[in-house]
DNA sequence: AAGAAAACGCTCAAAGTCGATCAGAACAGA
DNA sequence: TCTGTTCTGATCGACTTTGAGCGTTTTCTT
């Protein structure tokens, strides 16, 4: 097999896991004809994104697709611990009363987890999934709102429905998960019509917080959402590249960063 | 048998449990090709975990049932027969290419499960799990609009950013699922914003179609939602209280009875 | 009730797997 | 071309998993 970058290795890796359910260190790195020490950094940093589980020899797919049942709030609980961290401290900018706008996402997903118990809030989303965390929290004390809109492929609703309900509303603070960003390019998404959404989400809101995961630096997807100052707070972790820091801070007026795991 | 990871044999094993209600481990460790050692081994964990009991000469499911989580397919599966047989009746209304609305209740969810094979539909809900229906289908000739708003307890989407979605669109069809009919109160419902939503959608569409089964008749909710002349087509069970269905055909241009279970 | 057969689990040695570390190779930017 | 960064592969000690032996416990048979 010729030899490959390390995002086709990533893809080929999963593309195996769908396959067959499991994938084992010793077969990739015969197949692929590199390593098992570089098959293992692939798979841990495969794990750490979340996208598969490791376990001795190998790794399997997430709980998300087994065939016994996962459950949701096992589901939740799984979630890679650099996101879990993230969320929490995003969570600790959240007080009772406030209201709170979250974007479709992994990241967002996984703080609208560690919002339930909080009193009073207003939550705003595009997501049913992050909606449905709400709904079976069942806190009576909290009114979650959902924009209308035509679902992409990531769960987001989009579109002029989407963009009519975030353009009547205004909330105290707004997350948004995002899918990368870089210096010039600022943050990103694959898809223009979530990033339209985005957009408004931003517009509707009085104070700006991105959550991204280290790995999302350096990233570009297909459209802009904003300029990095644009965010009034960054909530990232500290893995993130050597120097990235000194520049986001230029951009950004708060970049807090969650120790590593 | 290829090679299984752990947390495959413990998947398989958790598989065949389900399938049989018990398991061996001179037949797993046959079945597996490993010793019976590492089978009792796996069991152990299994055990401990509370996924299953252990017994001389193998193990059986624990009280916990896992089998409490085939949720929504098997919900739709067991909904009463009388409303499957009342969404069939309604599907057929509905023809590749049209534009339909649903609103939120059970009848409309199981007229959903029988609509996702219908080529170049355009669906408007209010409901997030009618809309879960349609996006697990992943039929792709097929859109889905969620409007946006609040949930009520009966997951029906409402407010002023349901309103306004509603009165964004025009559809050919739309489908109302209804708490209680009279003649004297029309189409009724226990929720006042439900109502309102429902007003909405009927204003939406070119025609109206109530499909409500046979225990509906008699009962009036809190609030109308409109009087039955306002719907076009009722479809409803023979075993409609006797004389009914003529008081019903006086308000009613097409009232179509499905055959009794 | 007694003996045979099967199942159990403890222990240990062998095999397989893991990650830290370091040195070399590949690559991009100056 | 040079330099610094990133990616890669080899080594090695520590750890985990596995299967066989073997004495004990449970179940079945007579």
Redesign the pocket.
């Known amino acids: 097999m010729a ?4 995002q086709q ?1 990533h893809r080929h890796i999963l593309d195996e896991l769908n396959k067959y359910g499991q994938v ?3 077969a990739l790195s015969h197949e692929l ?6 098959v ?5 940093a495969l794990a750490t994104a979340g996208d598969l589980v ?5 790794a399997t797919r997430g709980p998300s697709a087994t065939s016994s049942e996962p459950g949701f709030a096992r589901k939740l609980g799984l979630a890679a611990p650099e996101k879990e961290a993230l969320a929490h401290r995003a969570a600790g900018l959240i007080e009772a009363g406030m209201s709170v706008a979250l974007n479709s996402g992994t990241t967002t997903y996984a703080l609208a987890g560690q919002c339930t118990d909080i009193p009073d809030l207003t939550v705003i989303t595009n997501s049913p999934r992050i909606a449905e965390v709400f709904y079976s929290a069942d806190n009576a004390s909290q009114t979650v709102i959902l924009t209308g809109g035509i679902r992409t492929p990531s769960d987001a609703l989009v579109g002029p429905l989407a963009l009519a309900a975030l353009a009547q509303l205004h909330v105290d603070i707004c997350f948004m998960g995002v899918h990368g960003m870089t210096a010039e390019d600022g943050f990103t998404t694959p898809n223009m019509l979530e990033a339209q959404a985005n957009r408004a989400f931003m517009a509707s809101a009085a104070q700006h917080v991105v959550v991204a995961d280290h790995s999302k630096w350096g990233i570009t997807g297909l459209c802009q959402i904003a300029p990095l100052d644009a965010a009034d707070v960054l909530v990232t972790g500290s893995a993130l ?2 120097g990235a820091v000194e520049i986001l801070e230029q951009s950004i007026d708060t970049v807090l960063l969650t120790p590593a795991p």
């Open positions: 030899e490959m970058l390390p290795r084992r260190v010793t004809g590199i390593s098992e020490m570089t293992r950094r692939d798979l841990n490791k376990v001795h020899g190998g590249a050597p």
